[in-house]
């Protein structure tokens, strides 16, 4: 990935129904589970998702607190988030989680989008989140809806 390149996205085939995958991604106390950065320690009960404008809450594995704004939804097909601090913007990049049937189980594309992000601060750490990063949270959120 180029410095220009600002959109990372992988894609695979799950064998699961989409409203399994769905509710793995929906359910932020599941997303520890899965999340292939390593980066997700816990999220409190009670946010499950349930349309555009919901903001959950995730404590990362550094013991930050993050506030994820809904931006796209449609139950058991699409969600989009954006993270910021507490009380704060969100600063410009995206999580998108697409699922779609296909015959075998479920076509997941997983998008981490940073084209309108521009704190400096934050460049170095975009530009690690490539596909590979993204197949990891794809294989390991197989894992889990694949077992059931």
Do not use: C, K
């Not at 809450?57 to 954006?82: K, P």
């Not at 997941?108 to 992000?117: A, K, N, S």
């Amino acid at each position: 990935m180029t410095d220009d390149t600002r959109i990372s996205t992988a894609s695979r085939l799950i064998s699961a129904a989409p409203e399994e995958i769905f509710e793995l991604i929906a359910d932020p106390t599941r997303q520890p589970e899965w999340d292939g950065n390593d980066n997700l320690a816990e999220a409190a009960p009670g946010q499950r998702v349930t349309g555009v404008g919901d903001v959950f809450a995730m404590t990362l594995t550094n013991g930050q607190v993050r506030e994820n704004h809904v931006v796209e939804f449609e139950e058991g097909r699409l969600i989009a988030w954006r993270p910021a601090e507490p009380s704060a913007a969100p600063v410009g990049h995206l999580w998108r989680w697409a699922i779609t049937p296909e015959e075998g189980g479920s076509r997941v594309v997983h998008t981490y989008d940073w084209t309108d992000l521009h704190d400096p601060n934050r460049l170095p750490r975009a530009r690690e989140t490539t596909p590979d990063r993204l197949r990891a949270s794809l294989d390991r959120l197989a894992e889990r809806a694949e077992r059931g």
